[in-house]
Nanobody, 116 residues
């Protein structure tokens, strides 16, 4: 089990930027994956960006490539999601996710709302 504490999110106009943070209770390199998912009303939860420590690789959803960047601070066991050029369709609840020994843990979720 991994405890995840999220921060960030809020309301921003289209074209603006936000940064989300997620602190884990375990060292990032002990995890299989750590990243962000999002869920808009009426939609399924979808992957936004995910870091795979074993291969030091980050995956992004096609819809956010070039606009969002996932970074990490290993000393703080924290990942960040920098979101630029936000669009109204990015509006959703964003969830931090970590997989440890095959088990997924989730943060409480943070609302991101992009107005047009």
């Amino acid at each position: 089990q991994v405890q995840l504490v999220e921060s960030g999110g809020g309301l921003v106009q289209a074209g603006g930027s936000l940064r989300l943070s997620c602190a884990a209770s375990r060292n990032i390199f002990s995890l299989n994956t750590m990243g962000w998912y999002r869920q808009a009303p009426g939609n399924e939860r979808e992957l936004v960006a995910r870091f795979i420590p074993s291969i030091s690789n980050t995956n992004y959803a096609d819809s956010v490539k070039g606009r969002f960047t996932l970074s990490r601070d290993i000393a703080k066991n924290t990942v960040y999601l920098q979101m630029n050029s936000l669009k109204p369709e990015d509006t959703a609840v964003y969830y931090c996710q970590a997989n440890y020994i095959g088990s997924d843990s989730w943060g409480q979720g943070t609302q991101v709302t992009v107005s047009s």
